[in-house]
């Protein structure tokens, strides 16, 4: 699977922005997908996951409540819907998926970052 993210853009503080991950192949459905992000000078971190089939989603703590994963595997894409965004949302944002059924773990620790699919960023920039 090849996946492409868009979607980014400048936003003012307690705006909101909606990220598409559009996914390539005919196994997108067997993956689990998740969004991560990377701020200036910090480390790629966890921002949700979403299972192969929707049905079970997780969060960082930073976002939950404010931001929504979801997935449509007949447009074999992922969505990544962000509310009240902070200028600490500030990052370029990357899809991911992974084919493990431990995707939660897979995904909440950097060091099985290298084992996961990656797409292109996009850029999310929110000014206070």
């Known amino acids: 699977v090849q996946l492409q993210a868009f979607g980014g853009g400048l936003v003012q503080a307690g705006g909101f922005l909606r990220l598409s991950c559009a996914a390539s192949g005919r196994t997108f459905s067997s993956y689990a997908m998740g969004w991560f992000r990377q701020a200036p000078g910090k480390e790629r971190e966890f921002v949700a996951g979403i299972s192969w089939s929707g049905g079970s989603t997780n969060y960082a703590d930073s976002v939950k409540g404010r931001f929504t994963i979801s997935r449509d595997n007949a447009k074999i894409t992922v969505y990544l819907q962000m509310n009240s965004l902070r200028s600490e949302d500030t990052a370029v944002y990357y899809c991911?998926?992974?084919?493990?059924?431990?995707?939660?773990?897979?995904?909440?620790?950097?060091?099985?970052?290298?084992?996961?699919?990656w797409g292109k960023g996009t850029q999310v920039t929110v000014s206070s």
């Open positions: 991911a998926a992974t084919g493990s059924s431990q995707w939660y773990v897979m995904f909440k620790r950097p060091e099985n970052y290298g084992m996961h699919i």
